[in-house]
């Protein structure tokens, strides 16, 4: 099972971009790096999934190296609604991925 | 997108008392689906894999007589907690997935308290 370190926590301000990086050194070669958010007391709420190179939504960009020892998810113009924690896992299966402690974000006015 | 839904959405029992959570998805057929557990300002911790028709999957250090699951249906699971005492008091989550690499989605999550 891969494991992932993310920043604790993180501090924004409203309209800045946001780049929270994870690095996953042991990451398999059958793995994806899938992003999650989670608001107090709800679900994860699935952001975006990448293999390698560069994905885009309409939410957020996932930047990972050709190494893929570590992956960075970008959101553009943060609001005060995006203030939550964020999840990167790294496996082939849910069973196989585990939940770390997350990033959580802090947007301020 | 995808919907997933639990209930109830919070439930409080006595100690010694067994309650039971349903976790459905509504516009997909899910042929597994996976049960975390969430202690306040911690991550989630997956509890169990279960595949439609068959016996669930325990993590490591989950007990499985203690917390029962049933996926009977391709729709539907429930997560039973069986004598449940008060350290059992969580949050609940399920997520489900249509084939195997799929992604999986999430239900809301059901805040269980035992007093």
């Known amino acids: 099972l891969a494991k992932t370190t993310q920043p604790i926590s993180m501090d924004s301000y409203e309209g800045q971009e946001v780049n929270i990086t994870c690095s996953h050194n042991?990451?398999?070669?059958?793995?994806?790096i899938t992003w999650y958010q989670q608001f107090p007391s709800q679900g994860p709420r699935f952001i975006i999934q990448?293999?390698?190179t560069k994905v885009t939504n309409e939410v957020a960009s996932l930047f990972i190296p050709a190494d893929r020892k570590s992956s960075t998810l970008s959101l553009p113009r943060v609001s005060l609604s995006d203030t939550a924690v964020y999840y990167c896992?790294?496996?082939?299966?849910?069973?196989?991925?585990?939940f770390g402690a997350g990033t959580r974000l802090t947007v301020k006015p | 997108g995808a919907v997933v839904s639990q209930h109830p959405s919070r439930v409080i029992c006595k100690s010694g008392t067994s309650v039971k959570i349903e976790c459905r998805s509504l516009?997909?057929?899910?042929?597994?689906m996976f049960w975390y557990r969430q202690f306040p300002k911690k991550s989630l911790m997956l509890m169990a894999t279960?595949?439609?028709?068959?016996?669930?999957?325990?993590e490591q250090g989950v007990e499985k007589d203690k917390f029962l699951i049933n996926h009977a249906s391709l729709t539907l699971s429930t997560l039973t907690v069986t004598s449940a005492h008060p350290e059992d008091s969580s949050f609940y989550i399920c997520?489900?997935?249509?084939?195997?690499?799929?992604?999986?989605?999430f239900g809301p999550g059901t805040r269980l308290t035992v007093t």
């Open positions: 997520s489900a997935r249509r084939t195997q690499h799929d992604e999986q989605y």
């Open positions: 042991n990451i398999a070669t059958n793995d994806y």
């Open positions: 990448g293999y390698k």
């Open positions: 896992l790294v496996g082939d299966e849910p069973s196989d991925m585990r």
């Open positions: 516009d997909f057929q899910a042929t597994t």
């Open positions: 279960s595949n439609e028709g068959s016996k669930a999957t325990y």
